[in-house]
């Protein structure tokens, strides 16, 4: 029992299926029964911050005020499985610079990247580390737009503040250049300087919305560790948004035990989790083969 003394009682199959179905309608996240006891827990702190007590309560809770009142987001929130660092399977940030920024046209101008399932910012921080770097030397410019459905996530994203033991993973002479150290109450924690926090436009955004709301096309788009959670009907409507909103000749970066096999014919794997929608030569290339 808690100390506000409610004790939910098990959550039951049926209250299983009910949420497992509603998370999956919700937020495209395709959950088993093996993440009964996961659910449990993490439904069990919201029950305790409302005053419920069962998870049937619960579940009217969120569906009938649908709409009325942020408990979706709440839940989603604690569904979501947010785990991220910087510099995240860094091959993919040597592949960028050496080989897919060289053969990017829009990289002399201004680059277009998107981290989607952006989760607390590490990763569209590090693409900005990176780009900075790259473009000390070379000619252009970029803008990061990083999207999140967890309201949560993208509020501590928006802050940049990061502890310690987060902090060391990004290399040491780059976090001399782009975060400031924390001092009086802010000692332990890091900030990622202003001129790198201004390359980023945060948003919501659920994938599972039949409209995204974004203008415009990208040269680069980070989508990772988010589809290993959806079914492969929602993967295959999340690639074929990417394929839309990429410009030919764009790339697709995916978490490291993530594939697009069986998700989209289009995309030409360039190298491991790295993909690339055809230029327009190739796609004439392409239809004229088929
Ligand atoms: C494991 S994190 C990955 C973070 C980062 N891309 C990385 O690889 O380190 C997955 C993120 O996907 C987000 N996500 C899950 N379902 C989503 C949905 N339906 N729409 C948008 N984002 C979603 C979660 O909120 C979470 O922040």
Known sequence: MDQSGIAPHNMSDIELKKFVELIYNQCGISLNSAKKSMLSARFGKRLR???????????????????????????IDAVTTNTTHFFREANHFSYLTEHALPNLPN??????????????????????????????????????????????????AKQAVYDDEMALKVPALIKRKYMMQGKGAQAGNWRVIPEL??????????????????????DIIFCRNVIIYFD???????????????????????????????LNDDFKAVAPTVYRKPDGQEQIARRRAA
């Open 107 to 156: 990289s002399g101008t201004l680059l277009r990247v998107w981290s989607a399932g952006c989760s607390t910012g590490e990763e569209p921080y590090t693409l900005a580390m990176v780009l900075s770097e790259h473009y000390e030397n070379h000619h252009g410019n970029f803008s990061i737009l990083a999207t999140d459905v967890s309201s949560s996530v993208l509020q501590k």
């Open 232 to 262: 492969l009907e929602t993967k295959v409507k999340l690639i074929n948004y990417f394929h839309k909103y990429l410009d030919p000749g764009g790339y697709l970066f995916i978490g490291h035990s993530e594939t697009l096999n069986g």
């Open 197 to 218: 926090r201004k390359k980023i436009k945060f948003g919501k955004l659920n994938f599972m919305d039949n409209v995204y709301g974004i203008e415009g096309k990208f």
């Open 49 to 75: 911050a409302l005053g419920i007590s069962s998870y049937k309560e619960y579940y009217d809770f969120v569906t009938q005020t649908l709409g009325k009142n942020d408990e979706l987001i709440q839940m």
